[in-house]
C-alpha cells in the first residue's frame, strides 16, 4: 500500500526517491512539488528571464523520473536533481548562441521572450517600479557573467546551498567554488555598487531552495 500524501511530507527527498525508484507516482509527484520552484529559480537566473526556463525544468523532472534507477542512495537528492537541471541549462545556452548566430547571419532579429518576473502586489506603484528595474538590472548583469561564475554565485547566494555540494553538483574542488564565487560577485559588486541592500539586489535567498537542500 502506497503511503498517504500527509506522510510524504515527514519523509525525507532520498526516502521519497527509494519509492520513486518503486514506480510510485505519488512521491515523485511530491518532490515536483518540493523542487519546482527552486529550480525553476535555478535555471531563470541561470538562462535568462523567459528564456525557455519552463522547457527546461520540465525536462529536468522527466530526466529524474526516466532515470530514476539511475540514482544512488548514497547520494543527496537535491545535487542529483541539481546536477540535471545545470547539464541541462547548459546545453540549452548552447542551443541559445546557435540561435543567435544564425539570427544574426540571416539578418534576423533574436526575439524577446516574455519574462517570469513575479510582481510584489503589496508594493506601491512607484516601489513596484524601482523593484522591477533593478530586477532587469540584476538579471541583465547576471547574464554577463561567465557562465562558471554565473552557476557558482547562483547555487550560493541565491539557492543558499553550501559550498560543499555546490562542489559535488559542479563537480570541481570546493576551492574553486569558492573562488568563482567570489569572481562572480566581485564583478556583481562593481556593476551594481549603487544598491545598498543585498536583498534589494536580487540575492535573498530562495525559501524553497533553503527548506529543500539549501544550508538550513
Avoid: C
Wanted: no cysteine; net charge positive; hydrophobic share 35%.
Amino acid at each position: 500500500m502506497s503511503p498517504s500524501r500527509e506522510d510524504f511530507q515527514g519523509r525525507s527527498d532520498e526516502e521519497l526517491m527509494a519509492l520513486v525508484q518503486g514506480n510510485d507516482p505519488d512521491a515523485f509527484e511530491e518532490l515536483v512539488n518540493r523542487y519546482q520552484h527552486a529550480l525553476s529559480t535555478f535555471i531563470a537566473r541561470y538562462l535568462g528571464p523567459g528564456a525557455h526556463v519552463e522547457d527546461t525544468l520540465q525536462e529536468t523532472f522527466i530526466r529524474v523520473w526516466k532515470h530514476r534507477s539511475h540514482y544512488k542512495t548514497v547520494a543527496k537528492f537535491s545535487t542529483w536533481v541539481y546536477t540535471i537541471a545545470g547539464n541541462l541549462a547548459k546545453t540549452e545556452l548552447r542551443r541559445q548562441k546557435i540561435r543567435r548566430t544564425v539570427y544574426i547571419r540571416t539578418g534576423g532579429e533574436p526575439r524577446e521572450e516574455e519574462g517570469v518576473d513575479v510582481v510584489d502586489e503589496s508594493a506601491l506603484p512607484e516601489e513596484r517600479v524601482e523593484r522591477e528595474e533593478i530586477r532587469h538590472m540584476v538579471a541583465r548583469e547576471m547574464q554577463r557573467l561567465p557562465t562558471a561564475y554565473r552557476a557558482a554565485v547562483i547555487l550560493r547566494d541565491i539557492q543558499d546551498k553550501p559550498y560543499e555540494e555546490i562542489a559535488e553538483i559542479l563537480r570541481v574542488p570546493v576551492g574553486t567554488v569558492k573562488s568563482r564565487v567570489n569572481r562572480g560577485r566581485a564583478r556583481l559588486q562593481k556593476k551594481l555598487g549603487i544598491l545598498r541592500d543585498p536583498g534589494q539586489a536580487g540575492f535573498s535567498p530562495d525559501p524553497s531552495a533553503k527548506k529543500y537542500g539549501g544550508r538550513g
